[in-house]
């Protein structure tokens, strides 16, 4: 199985930065996406940002310029800055690995981690 860890949540003002990290570990043979979504209580998980094999990333538009992804594809970790925080950013955010195969002939799964909490206040 593929475990995905989540770190770096935290408290912050608003208008600070905080990064966000995911490690996927386990019986991975190649992910397609890895990404951030997140869900504030009673809302829907909504994606973030994404970043598809072989680099293509997309942002939803609410955080275009001031979050910004990145990949280590041998290393199966995805990276979210986030500038420019607002206290409506505040959720919690979930690490997402879509279309991974665990060898070459498996099926394509999606994982995802247990979330860690972004609170913007002041």
């Known amino acids: 199985q593929v475990q995905l860890v989540e770190s770096g949540g935290g408290l912050v003002q608003p208008g600070g930065s905080l990064t966000l990290s995911c490690a996927a570990s386990g019986s991975i043979f190649s992910i397609d996406t890895m990404g951030w979504y997140r869900q504030v209580s009673g809302e829907p998980r909504v994606l973030v940002a994404q970043m598809s094999l072989p680099d293509t990333a997309n942002y939803v538009d609410f955080v275009k310029g001031r979050f910004a992804i990145s990949r280590d594809n041998a290393k199966h970790t995805v990276h979210l800055r986030m500038n420019k925080l607002r206290p409506e950013d505040t959720a919690v955010y979930y690490c997402?690995?879509?279309?991974?195969?665990?060898?070459?002939?498996?099926?394509?799964?999606?994982?995802w981690g247990e979330g860690t909490l972004v609170t913007v206040s002041s």
């Open positions: 997402y690995a879509g279309g991974t195969r665990t060898n070459a002939l498996a099926p394509l799964r999606d994982f």
